[in-house]
């Protein structure tokens, strides 16, 4: 079936640091294009950093530039967003996503998983 799995959220204070991991099915991955979104209460979802899973090559929001890293381990058919510098404007819903082939701007995301929930306290 395909599907992606999130998980390494949790509750962090200001400062701190989180890895969000995404594991996605074969035929997801096969999409050769993933990345994170988030979405805080109240405001609306955002692209946070997508990756293409072939070349490596990855993209940021200038939001996270210089905190936030994405990853990928094609032996496992993982994503992993890395997260440093954590302040409370990060608290969000974090979503895996996979573009749908063969692009990868935030546009061509069409895929989600459930999301993970990331809170960063003062």
């Known amino acids: 079936a395909q599907q992606l799995e999130e998980s390494g959220g949790g509750s962090v204070q200001v400062g701190g640091s989180l890895r969000l991991s995404c594991r996605a099915s074969?035929?997801?991955?096969?999409?050769?294009?993933l990345g994170w979104f988030r979405q805080g209460v109240g405001k609306q979802r955002e692209g946070v950093a997508t990756?293409?899973?072939?070349?490596?090559?990855?993209w940021e929001a200038y939001s996270v530039k210089g905190r936030f890293t994405i990853s990928r381990d094609n032996a496992k058919n993982t994503v992993y967003l890395h997260m440093n510098s954590l302040t409370p404007g990060d608290t969000a819903t974090y979503y895996c996503?996979?573009?749908?082939?063969?692009?990868?701007?935030?546009?061509?995301?069409?895929?989600w998983g459930q999301g993970t929930q990331v809170t960063v306290s003062p």
């Open positions: 996503a996979a573009a749908q082939w063969p692009r990868c701007t935030v546009e061509d995301f069409n895929y």
């Open positions: 074969e035929s997801i991955y096969s999409r050769q294009c």
């Open positions: 990756i293409r899973t072939t070349t490596g090559s990855t």
